[in-house]
């Protein structure tokens, strides 16, 4: 059974006549009737009634036109889904984010993409600290939001999005927090709260690790969620460094966030997997960029796609 047979047996429906529809399909009569009596045999069942005066469909001609014709529209509908998916107008994306990060950019960005690709359906995936690539490095999700410097991902692409400077957090009774702002060296012999994860590059950037010259922090508490990590500097376990986007979400009097005047800020990137990169990825990745843009923190300079 092949796709012209189907169609030759729905015209045949249609005008109930083999030369008419013969002439229909630009075939000759003995030819399509050839084809039809190959699909009666090949699906082991009687389509037509014959006479010399007239066809008419059996019970299970019936039923075989009504599903040929579903599948011959399904058929023809194959090139236009295919332009639309190029025009990344449908299809379906998994996307990953890491838990509470960069509450100005994610939502009106998804929110965003949503309005301008509403054919497109997001499967969005939360992630906790363990995991700082959320979910790309067990290729869980297509694309993924994430704060870099993180663990080589062999695979994955990455464009920074914009940046958020990074505050102090002490306990509200430290010597400390009382001050307008601070220097990194200030805080540095301090023992350090830090995200937990496996991710030892990602790690060291929260406890700032490029400003130690070798020598490891002095780690307190773990904590797997950005309100665990303010809970564990509240209680006393000592400091951290979190985005300033922490100050927005989380509303905590027993901690004091502090500027840190010479420290780096942190950066919100989008990755991908390179084998994941399609017409869809990239249109979530212009919209981010246009979010970004119009965020309220600063955009970052991007100086092109880099790879992580």
């Given at each position: 059974m092949d796709l012209r047979q189907l169609r030759y047996l729905v015209t045949l429906a249609e005008e109930l006549h083999f030369r008419r529809a013969a002439e229909r399909e630009h075939i000759a009569q003995s030819a399509f009737s050839r084809q039809i009596q190959r699909l009666e045999r090949e699906l082991g069942?009687?389509?037509l009634d014959r006479s010399t005066r007239q066809v008419a469909l059996t019970q299970a001609g019936l039923a075989v036109v009504e599903e040929a014709r579903r599948a011959l529209a399904a058929i023809d509908r194959v090139p236009a889904v295919a332009r639309r998916a190029a025009r990344a107008e449908l299809g379906e994306l998994s996307v990953g984010f890491v838990t509470a990060t960069a509450p100005e950019l994610i939502p009106r960005t998804l929110r965003a993409f949503t309005q301008r690709h509403p054919d497109i359906k997001l499967h969005l995936r939360e992630r906790g600290f363990a995991d700082p690539s959320a979910g790309l490095r067990e290729r869980l999700v297509d694309v993924a939001f994430v704060w870099p410097?993180?663990?080589?991902?062999?695979?994955?692409?990455?464009?920074?999005l914009l940046q958020e400077p990074r505050l102090a957090v002490l306990p509200?009774?430290?010597?400390?927090a009382a001050a307008e702002r601070l220097s990194i060296r200030q805080l540095l012999d301090e023992t350090w709260c830090r995200p937990e994860t496996n991710d030892p590059v990602w790690a060291d950037f929260w406890v700032a690790g490029s400003h130690r010259g070798g020598v490891p922090a002095r780690l307190g508490d773990c904590a797997a969620t950005m309100d665990g990590l303010l809970q564990a500097v509240a209680a006393g376990q000592g400091i951290a460094l979190v985005p300033r986007f922490a100050v927005q979400l989380h509303r905590w009097p027993e901690v004091a966030f502090l500027e840190v005047v010479d420290v780096e800020p942190a950066t919100a990137a989008l990755a991908w997997l390179e084998r994941s990169s399609s017409p869809l990825v990239n249109?979530?990745?212009?919209v981010a960029r246009d979010q970004a843009d119009a965020a309220s923190v600063a955009p970052v300079v991007r100086p092109g796609t880099a790879s992580t």
């Open positions: 069942v009687r389509l410097p993180i663990q080589q991902l062999d695979g994955v692409r990455m464009e920074p509200r009774d430290h010597p400390l249109a979530l990745l212009d």
